[in-house]
Antibody, heavy 119, light 107 residues
Framework: EVQLVESGGGLVQPGGPLKLSCAASGFTFSSHWMQWVRQAPGKGLVWVSYINFDGSNTGYADFVKGRFTISRDNAKNTLYLQMNSLRAEDTAIYYC????????????WGQGTTVTVSS | DMQMTQSPSTLSASVGDRVTITCRASQSISSWLAWYQQKPGKAPKFLIYKASSLESGVPSRFSGSGSGTEFTLTISSLQPDDFATYYCQQYDHYPWTFGQGTKVEIK
């Protein structure tokens, strides 16, 4: 079964760090670009970051650029999101998502992990 | 950034109704558009890619159309399982952007 399982969410103080992980199974992880998408409480979906097959190419939404770092370990079939300098507005469910590749779309979603930034 | 605008924001409909949701892009995205369905407390589900191609396993009552800046998602006969929020998303270029969502409610 194709599956993505996120972990690492929790309560963190403003300005603090948190690292999310996403364990992939049931498919060839290294053959897919991967994405992070978040959803603030009661709000819509917002794209956060992408990473290519081997991690040599990454991209970020402006609101996380310089604070978040996406990475992957293909040997461990795991995607990461290192989040630093967290703000209250980063509070959200973070989804790990598989990029379907051309002709496009995001076809497999994890169940999400909740990040709460509060003092 | 590319703006994606969905209408309506909320739609009240009955089982069996034909439902259409519109998504407009602030500039042309060719056909690089996907649709997702999300139910409360659940992750989104991938429905349609490249504006009109149905993802494997998605019921044929769902269909997508459009190109350029205007797109539609149609549910030909609304079923109880279809009451959810629907999002369009462009992947023509980064940053990828979503519409604000359309909630389909029971009338």
């Amino acid at each position: 079964e194709v599956q993505l399982v996120e972990s690492g969410g929790g309560l963190v103080q403003p300005g603090g760090p948190l690292k999310l992980s996403c364990a992939a199974s049931g498919f060839t992880f290294s053959s897919h670009w991967m994405q992070w998408v978040r959803q603030a409480p009661g709000k819509g979906l917002v794209w956060v970051s992408y990473i290519n097959f081997d991690g040599s190419n990454t991209g970020y939404a402006d609101f996380v650029k310089g604070r978040f770092t996406i990475s992957r370990d293909n040997a461990k079939n795991t995607l990461y999101l290192q989040m630093n300098s967290l703000r209250a507005e980063d509070t959200a469910i973070y989804y790990c998502v598989r990029d379907a590749g051309l002709p496009g779309g995001m076809d497999v979603w994890g169940q999400g992990t909740t990040v709460t930034v509060s003092s | 950034d590319m703006q994606m605008t969905q209408s309506p924001s909320t739609l009240s409909a009955s089982v069996g109704d034909r439902v259409t949701i519109t998504c407009r892009a602030s500039q042309s995205i060719s056909s690089w558009l996907a649709w997702y369905q999300q139910k409360p407390g659940k992750a989104p589900k991938f429905l349609i890619y490249k504006a009109s191609s149905l993802e494997s396993g998605v019921p044929s009552r769902f269909s997508g159309s459009g190109s350029g800046t205007e797109f539609t998602l149609t549910i030909s006969s609304l079923q109880p399982d279809d009451f959810a929020t629907y999002y369009c998303q462009q992947y023509d270029h980064y940053p990828w952007t979503f519409g604000q969502g359309t909630k389909v409610e029971i009338k």
